[in-house]
């Protein structure tokens, strides 16, 4: 099985998306979606941001690598009544299934950051999106101080080294990075805008029932807890994350938890 597969149909996303969608439909407000226009959701998850596109009145399919949560997704949209949102498997890697030149708008909210071969998932970004379109991403940022990229590093801390040729999908994060790939895919600099944003997650429990939601739920997390047990240092990843959590968590009410992270928006515009 191809290891982003497994790692991301490992667990159960829905449950860490869960705390997501607030944020998600907030985001999708601004990215100029109308009625008819074509959206691609790519590394759509269970739909966090493909399920507000298609109630904006977009024609929307959402591509993900994890069948469990192309299931979800198809759930959600049938039980909100959307026979404008359709959900299906697939690989930024390669759209091979996805014709040139197909969508208005391109979303990849904390998703295609995550597939191998960056630069061969910017040209597939840009082959289907039409000219005059408009690509957006959401990519967490290397080594910034805020939650998913603090997660991030703790859990690679306590997990083996990665294969030989791996690419972190960190690197989505460093605006020359971006820059560059986008470059190979044909987009000018110009056209390519970057803002520092904000993603909320919120959370209906404390902050250390929101890191056993991580611990059982996301597939990083949980291959870093499989790794630390096996090395007797289970107790300390746990420790470590729950300090994290409560560090961060902005809530007055002591039984949730409202935890803000800084994320870098790009928008590539397609000519």
Same mark, same amino acid.
């Given at each position: 099985?191809?290891?982003?597969?497994?790692?991301?149909?490992?667990?159960? %996303?829905?449950?860490?998306?869960?705390?997501?969608?607030?944020?998600?439909?907030?985001?999708?407000?601004?990215?100029?979606?109308?009625?008819?226009?074509?959206?691609?959701?790519?590394?759509?998850?269970?739909?966090?941001?493909?399920?507000?596109?298609?109630?904006?009145? *977009?024609?929307?399919?959402?591509?993900?690598?994890?069948?469990?949560?192309? *299931?979800?997704?198809?759930?959600? *949209?049938?039980?909100?009544?959307?026979?404008?949102?359709?959900?299906?498997?697939?690989?930024?890697?390669?759209?091979?299934?996805?014709?040139?030149?197909?969508?208005?708008?391109?979303?990849?909210? %904390?998703? *295609?950051?995550?597939?191998?071969? =960056?630069?061969?998932?910017?040209?597939?970004?840009?082959?289907?999106?039409?000219?005059?379109?408009?690509?957006?991403?959401?990519?967490?940022?290397?080594?910034?101080?805020?939650?998913?990229?603090?997660?991030?590093?703790?859990?690679?801390?306590?997990?083996? =080294?990665?294969?030989?040729?791996?690419?972190?999908?960190?690197?989505?994060?460093?605006?020359?990075?971006?820059?560059?790939?986008?470059?190979?895919?044909?987009?000018?600099?110009?056209?390519?805008?970057?803002?520092?944003?904000?993603?909320?997650?919120?959370?209906?429990?404390?902050?250390?029932?929101?890191?056993?939601?991580?611990?059982?739920?996301?597939?990083?997390?949980?291959?870093? %807890?499989?790794?630390?047990?096996?090395?007797?240092?289970?107790?300390?990843?746990?420790?470590?994350?729950?300090?994290?959590?409560?560090?961060?968590?902005?809530?007055?009410?002591?039984?949730?938890?409202?935890?803000?992270?800084?994320?870098?928006?790009?928008?590539?515009?397609?000519?």
């Amino acid at each position: 099985m191809n290891p982003n597969k497994a790692l991301w149909e490992k667990g159960d %996303f829905t449950r860490i998306a869960a705390a997501m969608r607030e944020s998600g439909e907030s985001l999708v407000k601004e990215l100029g979606v109308t009625p008819g226009m074509k959206v691609l959701d790519l590394g759509c998850g269970d739909g966090t941001t493909a399920l507000p596109a298609a109630q904006l009145g *977009a024609d929307v399919l959402g591509v993900d690598i994890a069948a469990n949560l192309v *299931a979800a997704g198809n759930r959600r *949209a049938a039980e909100a009544g959307l026979g404008n949102l359709r959900f299906e498997e697939g690989d930024a890697s390669n759209l091979e299934n996805l014709e040139n030149d197909s969508f208005d708008r391109l979303v990849t909210i %904390f998703g *295609a950051m995550f597939a191998p071969k =960056p630069v061969d998932v910017a040209k597939e970004m840009v082959r289907v999106t039409k000219p005059g379109g408009r690509i957006v991403m959401g990519n967490w940022i290397p080594n910034d101080p805020t939650l998913v990229a603090q997660i991030l590093r703790i859990s690679a801390a306590y997990s083996p =080294p990665p294969p030989e040729g791996f690419i972190s999908p960190m690197t989505w994060g460093v605006e020359a990075q971006v820059l560059d790939r986008f470059g190979q895919a044909g987009v000018d600099q110009e056209d390519v805008v970057f803002v520092r944003d904000t993603y909320t997650f919120r959370f209906a429990g404390t902050p250390v029932e929101f890191v056993d939601n991580f611990r059982r739920f996301y597939g990083p997390t949980m291959n870093a %807890f499989d790794a630390a047990a096996k090395n007797g240092r289970e107790d300390e990843l746990r420790k470590e994350l729950e300090e994290l959590f409560a560090s961060q968590n902005r809530s007055a009410d002591p039984g949730r938890t409202e935890i803000p992270a800084t994320f870098l928006r790009v928008t590539a515009n397609v000519r």
